[in-house]
């Protein structure tokens, strides 16, 4: 079954640093990948999606990810840090389950922006 | 833009009510869900529906049940509200049919209601 793993539940950084956010994914057929963000008392929001078009997605706000099949993965990066960027982090998976296309998302990773 | 909304952010009942959570998207998407979220454990669907009247169980639908008359409306029913039902409630929606598997269904997800039940 097709899955995600974020490596860390919180992340801190300092403004202007690199923002690394770790994303795993588990799938038996090429995936399509998400990035949500859900900034404090929101929904969550797509950041960007990988559609096996590029292997390097860019999204909003300065975040992009790499799809790397070799090492299942799917990583979000942004060069430097603002403190606008605080929020929680979901990398997301579609899979299908009794002939549906779903969506499973990973636990979250909460990024803290330090001054 | 797509809105999402749902009908209250904040929701505070007692042991064995009823309770109605109620979403509406005004894009005219064919697909909608209820997921909640819990600390550590992400985002768990319990319920979707690919059209109207259409539902379909998702990963922990126990204790739930959903009603979708309407197109643009998706309703989440406690029949009997417990104390591990207290949680963060997200509706989404989203634009494509599910069986068309090339899709890549963006979900927008509405602002949530946080559900605790005494």
């Known amino acids: 079954a097709q899955s995600v793993t974020q490596l860390g539940s919180h992340v801190s950084v300092s403004e202007g640093a690199l923002v690394l956010l770790r994303c795993n994914y588990s799938?038996?057929?090429?995936?399509?990948l998400f990035w949500y963000v859900q900034y404090p008392n929101q929904g969550l929001q797509l950041l960007l999606k990988?559609?096996?078009?590029?292997?390097l997605v860019k999204g909003i706000n300065g975040f992009e990810a790499e799809f790397k099949k070799s090492e299942t993965s799917f990583h979000l990066t942004k060069p430097s840090a603002h403190m606008s960027d605080a929020a929680e982090y979901f990398c997301a998976v579609t899979r299908i389950s009794g002939g549906y296309q779903k969506v499973t998302f990973g636990t979250g990773t909460k990024l803290q922006v330090i001054p | 833009d797509v809105k999402v909304t749902q009908s209250s952010r904040y929701l505070v009942k007692r042991t064995g009510e009823k309770v109605f959570l109620e979403c509406v998207q005004d894009?005219?998407?064919?697909?909608m869900f209820w997921y909640r979220q819990d600390p550590g454990l992400g985002l768990r669907l319990i319920y979707f529906?690919?059209?109207?009247?259409?539902?379909e169980k998702g990963d922990i639908p126990e204790g739930y049940s959903v009603s979708r008359e309407k197109k643009e409306r998706f309703s989440l029913i406690l029949e009997s509200a417990s104390t591990n039902q207290t949680s963060m409630y997200l509706c989404?929606?989203?634009?494509?049919?599910?069986?068309?598997?090339?899709?890549?269904?963006?979900?927008?997800f509405g602002p949530g209601t946080r559900l605790t039940v005494l």
């Open positions: 799938s038996s057929v090429p995936p399509y």
């Open positions: 990988y559609t096996s078009a590029a292997t």
């Open positions: 529906s690919y059209d109207v009247k259409m539902k």
């Open positions: 989404a929606s989203s634009s494509r049919t599910m069986r068309d598997t090339d899709d890549t269904d963006t979900q927008y």
């Open positions: 894009m005219d998407h064919e697909n």
